[in-house]
């Protein structure tokens, strides 16, 4: 018979894979929600690009021999005034922030007239100043990290949460519906279990990619290719912390929504899962400027995706540092698969009233 | 051929399944009858190892069965089911896939078995929204799209019309005229004895009889007869070697304790008038299995 070849695990894991893959492409849901988050993602990358970029400019006028001088400095947004007095009555209005009139005498040639406080940066930004040599750079600009805190706490919460719900859903839809028997029957319970972290993990890779991919074109397309370097490494670290701790979240997933035989149960079976991926966004979101809490974080598996590629960003850990971490997760995460497929196995075939942990881990 | 020997199977200290001995021959529609929670479905599950044995062996021709064998199975769970959002054929065809094969092979067999049972014109349907009736011809077809090699499935007529009862029963005749084995539970007593070759008799999880139809008709039906005279008839009383079922003016049933007292009860009956009809009467399966569970 030609027609037939004994499938091989990996042949089982593949279209079980596949199937979880087609059908989430399938759900409206989830396709309009991911195109939400994509928009938003790319609104405020272009949004803060836009507000740097307006706001770094200073509007100045200037008059006489001063225009060329402001001109030439590339933060300043000129206007043309024709006499010193047109350039003060420009202040009083505040259409300008300051006036850059030619000053004989003084050092630099010009001077500046304002409202009722001295123009402290428009001052700094006129001053020609000395070359600056740092002997401890890397100190992060504690606005910056804020944000990086909230982007990788938040990247990794709504992916871990958005596929985790779905492999409970798909779980729990196959012990509903009783095709579990069949699937049994025809394939192991580990290849339907390790094809349903694999679709899901697979699903949850390519959204983060693309999340990421606009970002990086957002932040080069409105002029901050700076700040997308200083993210580089980090990204790089989240992304790998990313897939072992997506998968042994995937794995605990599934275990525990195997435990119910209703889709009204998954909420409450899954919800210690659920606390142990919003720990870590809570507390980078809280903790982002305290050294000890985001070093124990980069150590504990559950939160070490979020808190290393953090300390990373800030630069605060060594180089073999995210290396040991990554090691501590994919020790965890491979006890976390053994333990899972055990109480899925077990637990899969028992519908009914909830099955107890304890009962499924024995047999 | 598929062999069971000694079963057991206990759930948390009930023992459910007790020295279950029975075998599946090749190309026979086998019926499996019990009463509800008499271990059926407990057997079916232990054969595709959908559930492990506490102990006792399950062999094909010989061999224990391995993951591979019950691969090529076709399986019908009592509780049904198939996923409510994917499409019957897309639904048929990843089933046959996840049975190892290939993508051609999987369409072509998903199409020529919707039409063959009547589904056909449903294939880009999605399943939440078939009949109830029509889930389980799709069902069914979960079951033999990989062309197994031998086929166990629980209740597979419960929830059918008369109509989709017989294309399923024509379905079922044409799988074991190629000389698969067929396992099938059913609660509908008339449908088993119209299809079954064999017969599986379980009780309280134990097997009270197993064997050809033939076989058991012999071995737990006594001889019924009726006869008709064409006058009153209530002289048959008392005549030795008759037991009298029932009597109603000319006509009585009644089993005889060898070939040769009915017989003589007919010559009798010639003798005193004459005789109707006269016809020894098959036991039915129901007649068995109330026999059978005594």
């Not at chain 1, 002997?135 to 944000?147: E, K, T, W």
């Not at chain 2, 079951?143 to 029963?169: C, K, N, R, W, Y």
Request: proline share 4%; glycine share 8%.
């Amino acid at each position: 018979m030609t027609d037939y070849r004994e499938p091989s695990f990996a042949n089982s894991v593949n279209l079980v894979a596949a199937r979880e893959i087609r059908m989430k492409l399938r759900s409206k849901a989830f396709l309009i929600s991911t195109g939400i988050l994509m928009l938003a993602v790319l609104a405020s990358v272009l949004v803060g690009g836009l507000v740097s970029t307006t706001a770094s400019k200073t509007n100045v006028a200037a008059t006489g021999a001063a225009v060329a001088f402001a001109e030439a400095i590339p933060t300043l947004n000129v206007t043309v005034a024709d006499s010193v007095d047109t350039a003060k009555s420009l202040v009083r209005e505040g259409t300008v922030e300051a006036a850059i009139i030619p000053a004989e005498g003084s050092g630099i040639g010009v001077s500046v007239i304002a409202l009722d406080t001295v123009p402290q940066s428009l001052v700094a930004q006129l001053s020609t100043s000395p070359k600056v040599e740092l002997l401890d750079p890397g100190a992060v600009n504690p606005v910056l990290a804020y944000f990086a805190a909230i982007a990788f706490g938040i990247v990794f919460f709504m992916s871990a949460m958005t596929f985790g719900t779905t492999i409970a859903q798909s779980v729990v839809e196959e012990k509903q519906t009783r095709i579990v028997e069949i699937l049994m029957s025809t394939i192991s319970v580990r290849a339907l279990m390790a094809g349903k972290v694999i679709g899901n993990s697979i699903l949850a890779f390519a959204q983060i990619a693309v999340i990421a991919g606009l970002a990086a074109i957002g932040l080069t397309l409105t002029g901050q290719s700076s700040l997308l370097a200083s993210f580089g490494p980090s990204i790089a670290w989240f992304v790998v912390f990313f897939v072992f701790g997506f998968v042994m979240i995937a794995a605990l997933y599934a275990a525990t929504a195997s435990l119910v035989s209703r889709q009204e149960d998954v909420g409450s079976a899954t919800s210690p899962v659920m606390i142990l991926v919003m720990l870590p966004y809570i507390l980078v979101i809280a903790f982002n400027n305290n050294p000890l809490v985001l070093a124990i974080m980069s150590y504990v598996p559950f939160s070490a995706p979020v808190g290393m590629p953090m300390r990373v960003f800030l630069g605060e850990a060594a180089w073999w540092e995210p290396l040991l971490s990554l090691a501590v997760l994919l020790v965890t995460t491979a006890a976390v698969i053994v333990l899972g497929s055990r109480i899925y196995s077990n637990a899969l075939l028992r519908t009914g009233a909830r099955v107890k942990l304890s009962e499924a881990l024995s047999r | 051929m598929l062999e069971l020997v000694n079963v057991n199977r206990s759930f948390g200290g009930t023992r459910v399944l007790r020295d279950v001995t029975f075998s599946i021959a090749h190309g026979r529609m086998t019926g499996f009858v019990g009463a509800n929670g008499a271990g059926k479905t407990t057997t079916m599950r232990i054969i595709l190892g959908v559930l492990s044995a506490d102990s006792g062996t399950v062999t094909r021709d010989g061999r224990p069965l391995e993951t591979a064998d019950r691969r090529r199975f076709g399986y019908m769970p009592e509780e049904r089911g198939l996923y409510p959002k994917m499409k019957v054929a897309e639904q048929i065809v990843y089933l046959a896939r996840l049975h190892g094969l290939n993508p051609a092979a999987a369409q072509r067999n998903t199409a020529t078995l919707l039409d063959q049972l009547g589904l056909g014109e449903r294939a880009d349907t999605t399943v939440e929204s078939l009949s109830l009736g029509n889930q389980q011809r799709a069902q069914i077809a979960a079951a033999l799209v990989h062309d197994p090699e031998i086929l166990v499935l629980d209740e597979p007529f419960s929830g059918l019309d008369p109509i989709a009862v017989e294309t399923v029963q024509g379905v079922l005749k044409e799988r074991a005229a190629r000389g698969v084995p067929v396992l099938f539970s059913s609660h509908q007593l008339d449908i088993v004895e119209r299809l079954c070759d064999d017969l599986v008799v379980i009780a309280e999880g134990a097997i009270r009889a197993s064997g050809s139809r033939e076989k058991l008709r012999a071995e737990f039906g006594e001889s019924r007869y009726e006869l008709e005279a064409t006058s009153d008839i209530a002289w048959v009383r008392g005549t030795p070697g008759i037991e009298i079922e029932a009597l109603d003016g000319a006509t009585v049933t009644f089993r005889a304790d060898t070939a040769d007292a009915a017989q003589n009860l007919l010559r009798t009956a010639l003798e005193r008038g004459g005789v109707a009809r006269f016809a020894p009467q098959e036991p039915s399966l129901a007649q068995i299995f109330h026999e059978v569970i005594q």
